[in-house]
């Protein structure tokens, strides 16, 4: 009896440290925040290494720590809440410069050029970056979906929600488990039902 009840939890601990170990691997795979990469030059066009690069949220006022350009004068500040952002750069004989108005997305990085000017830190400028001046990288694949194909396909059907127009996507499959109960349960290029991540 004493032998059975050891097998018994022996093998509801496994079961506990598997069940754990997934739930945990499918909430690292999703992604909660953004980031700003870039490039400090200076008038000429040449890269500015060494430089000191803060990113301030501009709703919450929180700045990040502060980050050094490399040698070939590029920055990468990570885990930024998605929001508008204002990148200060000050760097030994340039003029510290603001650039306000950069919008980081969720998963996305915002990348932005800035040009620093020849003069003294304490001499500041403050820009604004237009729509054109900050592109949105990433490595990952989305699509979007046109009025029509949303208010014609049947995805207001029993069973069904929002979520079906996933499966016109290239990639997408029908998953399987209970995942997502409120809807279809989604397989995107071979990955578990559970790794998938909603943001409405």
């Known amino acids: 009896m004493k032998d059975i009840r050891r097998r018994l939890i022996f093998s509801l601990s496994i079961y506990l440290a598997v ?39 501009e709703a919450t006022g929180v700045t990040t720590r502060n980050f050094v350009t490399t040698s070939e004068g590029r920055f990468v500040i990570t885990n930024l809440l998605p929001g508008t952002y204002s990148v200060t750069v000050a760097a030994s004989g340039f003029k510290t410069k603001t650039v306000s108005n950069i919008n980081v997305r969720l998963g996305l990085d915002s990348d932005i050029n ?79 039902a559970r790794s998938n991540n909603f943001t409405i």
């Open 19 to 57: 069940v754990g170990f997934a739930a945990v691997s499918g909430a690292l795979g999703q992604a909660t925040t953004g980031g700003i990469v870039g490039l400090v030059t200076d008038p000429n066009g040449a890269a500015v290494p060494g430089a000191t690069v803060t990113a301030k949220n």
């Open 114 to 192: 800035i040009g620093l000017e020849v003069g003294q830190p304490s001499e500041t400028i403050t820009a604004v970056a237009g729509a054109d001046e900050v592109a949105q990288t990433t490595s990952e694949i989305s699509a979007n979906f046109d009025r029509r194909k949303v208010s014609e396909l049947p995805t207001n059907a029993v069973g069904s929600g929002i979520d079906t127009l996933a499966l016109t996507v290239p990639g997408v499959t029908p998953g399987f488990g209970n995942v997502n109960s409120n809807g279809t349960t989604l397989s995107v290029n071979g990955n578990r």
